[in-house]
C-alpha cells in the first residue's frame, strides 16, 4: 500500500508543537510495511544544507482566480519519498501561521494553495496512492478538492490533532481558491456562520476521521470540547476513531539522547537519573539534588493550564523542592512568567524554544507538571515516562488515557503508564496531586519502582501504526 501523508509541520523540519512530532514519526512507524510519502510546505525558515533538500525537477504553475501560482517541488536526497512545496505565497515569512503581530491575514490563501499542491504532486508525479491521510486544518481543504474538483478516488483520512485550532476565515478566500460555491457553501461542506471553516469541510468531506486519543473522540462531540464542532461530529460520528498518539523510540531515547549529560536505561536509570539532576541544576543554578524537581515543557497558552502553574509558584517558594518552566507562546502568559523570573530562589523559568534543554529536563526532573485544561493526547507525558519523570496531569484526553494515578492500581506488572492524576480542574485538587507526587518522593522504594516501570512501558507507534493500517485498508 502507498500513502500520501500531508502535514504542515513535520519533525525535524519544522515544528510549532506536537502536531511536528507526530508527523514525523508515524509515518517512520508506517515505514515498515507500507511506502509512504511525506510533503509539507518548503517554509524559508527551514534549513535546506542541513536536511539536504534539493530540487526535484518538477515545478508547475497553477491558476487561480486569474492568478499564475508557481510551485517548485524538492525532495531529501537521501529519503527521496519526504517532499516538500515552495510557494511563495505559502513560505516566503519567517513563521509557521504567525509572527510577533499575530496571525498571518492570508493563511485561508496559503494553506488552500498548499491543499491544491498536494494533489497536483501526486498526479503530476504519477505517485501510485491508495490513501491520502491529512491532518488538522492546514490541509483539511484536500477532501474537499480532491471530492468535488478532482473526482480521485484514492481513500481520504483526515485525523484532529486539536480541534480549537480550525482554519475559519472569511468566505471571499473561496474566491480566491476557485472553490464551488453550490457544492462546498453549505452546512455539509465550508459554511460556518457565514464564513468558511477548513476543517469542518475535512470532517464532511473525508472518509474517516482520526482523533488522537479515545477520550478525545468522545469529548469533541459535547459542547464543552466540541468547539462549535460538536453537532458536525456527532452527524459523522459513524467514520470517527480515537487511536491514541504514540512517540518515536528512536528520537526519544534516554539510552543514546545526545543531548543528555548522561545516557541511561531502565537497568542505569539510578544513577543516570542523579548525574542529569545534578548537571541540569547548575546549569539552571539551582542546587540541592536531593530535592524533588518539578518541571513544565510546553507551549505557554490557556489550554495547558498555565493559570494553575501560575498560582502555585508563591507555594512552591516554599516547598523543599525545585521548579524549572520551559515554554513560549501567548504574550500574557510570557509576561507573566518573565514577571516572575527572578523572585525565587527555588524556580527557574526560561522563556523559549530549546529542544535540547527540553531533553535534559525530561532526564534531569522527577515528576512533569501537565495540569492541561484539555488535552487531546499529550506527548510529553509519555516522553516524560520514558525518561524516568513521573507525569502530574489532569484526568482529560489523552492524559486520562495514558496516565493512571498510583493511588488507584494495586500491582505494577501489566499495567500502563503511571503517575498522579486529579479529576477537578482547580487549585485545591492540583496542590493535592502535588502533595501526593511530594509524600512518593519520599518513599524512593516506591517512587523508584514506578519510574522503573515507566520507562518500560510501550507508547512507542507499534501498536497504533498498526490500527492506521487497518483503517487504511477499510472500504
Known amino acids: 500500500m502507498s500513502i500520501l501523508f500531508a502535514s504542515s509541520e513535520i519533525f525535524p523540519y519544522a515544528k510549532s508543537g506536537g502536531l511536528a512530532d507526530v508527523s514525523q514519526a508515524l509515518p517512520e512507524a508506517l515505514r515498515n510495511s507500507e511506502r509512504v510519502y511525506t510533503i509539507m510546505p518548503l517554509y524559508d525558515l527551514i534549513d535546506r544544507e542541513k536536511y539536504n ?116 476565515f472569511a468566505k471571499s478566500v473561496m474566491n480566491e481558491l476557485e472553490i464551488d460555491w453550490e457544492k462546498c457553501f453549505k452546512f455539509e461542506g465550508l459554511e460556518y456562520y457565514d464564513k468558511v471553516n477548513y476543517l469542518k469541510a475535512g470532517i464532511f468531506f473525508a472518509d474517516q476521521i482520526t482523533t488522537v486519543s479515545h477520550s478525545y473522540a468522545n469529548e469533541i462531540q459535547t459542547p464543552i470540547f466540541g468547539y462549535g464542532l460538536n453537532e458536525t461530529l456527532q452527524v459523522n460520528s459513524h467514520k470517527l476513531t480515537g487511536i491514541l498518539n504514540g ?111 527540553s531533553r535534559k529536563l525530561y532526564a534531569g526532573a522527577d515528576f512533569l507538571l501537565m495540569p492541561s485544561i484539555f488535552e487531546p493526547c499529550g506527548l510529553n507525558q509519555m516522553i516524560a515516562m520514558r525518561y524516568g519523570t513521573l507525569p502530574i496531569v489532569a484526568k482529560t484526553g489523552g492524559l486520562r488515557d495514558t496516565v493512571t494515578d498510583f493511588t488507584d492500581i494495586g500491582e505494577l506488572e501489566n499495567h500502563g503508564g503511571v503517575g498522579i492524576t486529579f479529576e477537578e480542574h482547580n487549585m485545591f485538587w492540583f496542590m493535592h496531586a502535588i502533595s501526593k507526587a511530594l509524600s512518593l518522593y519520599g518513599n524512593r522504594e516506591k517512587f523508584n519502582e514506578i519510574v522503573k516501570h515507566d520507562m518500560q512501558v510501550d507508547n512507542s507507534w507499534k501498536h497504533s501504526a498498526a490500527l492506521y493500517r487497518e483503517l487504511y485498508q477499510q472500504h
Open 53 to 168: 533538500l534539493v530540487y526535484s525537477g518538477l515545478t508547475f504553475d497553477y491558476w487561480l482566480a486569474g492568478i499564475q501560482h508557481q510551485f517548485d517541488i524538492f525532495h531529501r536526497e537521501d529519503m527521496p519519498d519526504d517532499l516538500f512545496v515552495y510557494n511563495p505565497i505559502l513560505c516566503n515569512r519567517q513563521g509557521l501561521y504567525n509572527d510577533q503581530h499575530g496571525d498571518f491575514g492570508d493563511n485561508g490563501l496559503r494553506f488552500g494553495l498548499f491543499s491544491y499542491a498536494v494533489l497536483e504532486v501526486m498526479i503530476r508525479m504519477e505517485l501510485d496512492i491508495q490513501t491520502i491521510h491529512v491532518n488538522d486544518w492546514q490541509s483539511a481543504l484536500v477532501p474537499l478538492l480532491a471530492k468535488t474538483r478532482y473526482h480521485l478516488p484514492q481513500k481520504i483520512v483526515l485525523t484532529i490533532h486539536n480541534l480549537a485550532y480550525q482554519g475559519i
Open 247 to 357: 512517540i518515536s523510540y528512536e528520537v526519544f531515547d534516554p539510552k543514546s539522547d545526545q543531548d543528555l549529560y548522561k545516557n541511561f536505561t531502565a537497568r542505569t536509570f539510578k544513577n543516570g537519573k542523579l548525574s542529569n539532576k545534578s548537571a541540569l541544576l547548575a546549569e539552571v543554578g539551582l542546587s540541592d539534588e536531593g530535592k524533588p524537581l518539578f518541571v513544565f515543557i510546553g507551549r505557554f497558552t490557556k489550554q495547558k493550564g498555565l493559570d494553575l502553574i501560575l498560582e502555585s509558584l508563591s507555594l512552591f517558594k516554599d516547598f523543599e523542592a525545585n521548579v524549572v518552566i520551559l515554554g513560549s507562546g501567548e504574550d500574557y502568559y510570557t509576561h507573566r512568567f518573565a514577571a516572575l523570573a527572578n523572585r525565587y530562589d527555588n524556580i527557574r523559568i526560561i522563556i523559549g524554544y530549546d529542544e535540547a534543554l
